[in-house]
């Protein structure tokens, strides 16, 4: 089991460019989830999936933020047009379904830099 | 209001020592979940202990166990016996309900613990 991986650790970007971002989750985990979480703030919930289905997605996530997970697998994380408010740790986390309490295991997150 | 509240910024404990970190949560729905993570400075969440609304003792893992208190809405991690490694950011968590719409956690701002040799 070689547990959550994310890719890449750190991403220094420009205002304005576009980043995406890799997950990779436990492989026998259905379920994905995002996490966004800025200096000195615990993790705010971004989207979820359930196999390739996104089922939740928060208000955090807005026109310029889409994830992916074609199929059922690993996932991507997009951010367009990129401002320096989206400067944060990206974290990543799976767990199965039918657990007896669900826990989510994360990953080691991506730290993005907008300049 | 903050569903989560963690009112301590910062604590510190002498190695070898016990120490408890503060939790107070909000939830009108009776089925709920309530969890505890250790976020070492390399990122990682790692997850430390879970406990369910519905379940009649407290938890614990080792040397974690968790002082819940239903009536307070406070679910309090003790550490015993505290190491070096425990230095850390511990966030609480809490996921609401049973429902599709309810697999997400919610967390609060954390509490840095540093411990002293």
């Known amino acids: 089991d070689t547990g959550v991986s994310q890719d890449p650790r750190h991403k220094i970007t420009k205002r304005g460019q576009n980043v995406t971002f890799r997950c990779d989750p436990i492989?026998?985990?259905?379920?994905l989830y995002w996490y966004r979480q800025t200096l000195g703030q615990g993790p705010e919930f971004l989207t979820y999936f359930q196999n390739e289905a996104q089922l939740e997605k928060s208000r955090l996530l807005s026109d310029r933020f889409s994830a992916e997970r074609p199929k059922g697998s690993f996932s991507t994380l997009e951010i367009q047009r990129t401002e320096q408010g989206d400067s944060a740790m990206y974290l990543c986390?799976?767990?199965?379904?039918?657990?007896?309490?669900?826990?989510?295991?994360f990953g080691p997150g991506t730290r993005l830099t907008v300049t | 209001a903050q569903k989560i509240t963690q009112t301590q910024p910062g604590m510190f404990v002498q190695e070898k020592e016990a120490v408890t970190l503060d939790c107070t949560y909000d939830?009108?729905?009776?089925?709920?979940?309530l969890f505890w993570y250790k976020q070492p400075s390399s990122g990682e969440m790692i997850f430390l202990i879970y406990q369910g609304s519905y379940d009649q003792q407290n938890a614990t893992e080792g040397r974690y166990s968790l002082n819940f208190q239903k009536a307070r809405k406070s679910a309090n991690l003790v550490i015993s016996a505290s190491q070096l490694g425990d230095s850390a950011m511990y966030f609480c968590a809490m996921r609401e309900g049973t429902g599709a719409g309810s697999y997400q956690l919610t967390f609060g701002k954390g509490t840095k613990l540093s411990v002293i040799p």
């Open positions: 939830t009108s729905d009776p089925s709920y979940g």
């Open positions: 986390a799976s767990s199965l379904s039918g657990g007896p309490y669900y826990e989510q295991y």
């Open positions: 492989s026998e985990h259905n379920r």
